[in-house]
């Protein structure tokens, strides 16, 4: 593998602030059992609104969804670029619920942009969503039972 990954947690979609703060939460216990460093974006709702405006009454799976994506592969893309680091990925895809192509496509667009490689990985495979539950359990993770946004609520 070879790999020592940064994980940045950027999510201003997620609503309300006491459901980021238990994500958040969730992601420092998970770096810290995985000895992984935690880049903690800032929670800028205004930046989802603003990717989001117009869309507010799409089903999930629609428009403003991609436009969260875009937002959030964005800001990861351009946090990769000023800290040197070459690749990106999104853990946003171990989700059953999350299309994995589309997810790559934007990535590989944005990757472009930025000189940068997208590391299209389906976490999915080889039983990546019970691996993700079973160290959930162990770590007694916060698991959320909806995407984030007060749209899909």
């Not at 460093?37 to 609104?49: A, K, Q, S, T, V």
């Not at 990769?80 to 790559?104: C, D, Y």
Request: glycine fraction near 6%.
């Amino acid at each position: 593998m070879g790999y020592c990954p940064v994980v940045y947690f950027y999510n201003p979609n997620i609503y309300p602030e006491s459901e980021y703060q238990k994500r958040l939460e969730a992601e420092r216990i998970l770096c810290e059992a995985l000895n992984c460093e935690l880049i903690e974006g800032d929670y800028l709702p205004e930046e989802f609104y603003n990717a989001a405006k117009g869309l507010e009454n799409e089903p999930e799976k629609g428009r403003r969804c991609d436009k969260c994506f875009e937002l959030r592969l964005l800001k990861t893309a351009q946090m990769a670029k000023k800290l040197g680091i070459s690749e990106f990925t999104t853990s946003i895809v171990i989700s059953p619920h999350k299309n994995f192509q589309k997810l790559t496509d934007i990535g590989q667009k944005i990757a472009e942009e930025y000189n940068l490689t997208y590391k299209a990985i389906d976490f999915k495979k080889k039983d990546g969503f019970l691996k993700t539950n079973k160290i959930s359990r162990e770590l007694n993770l916060y698991r959320q039972n909806y995407c984030g946004c007060e749209y899909s609520q």
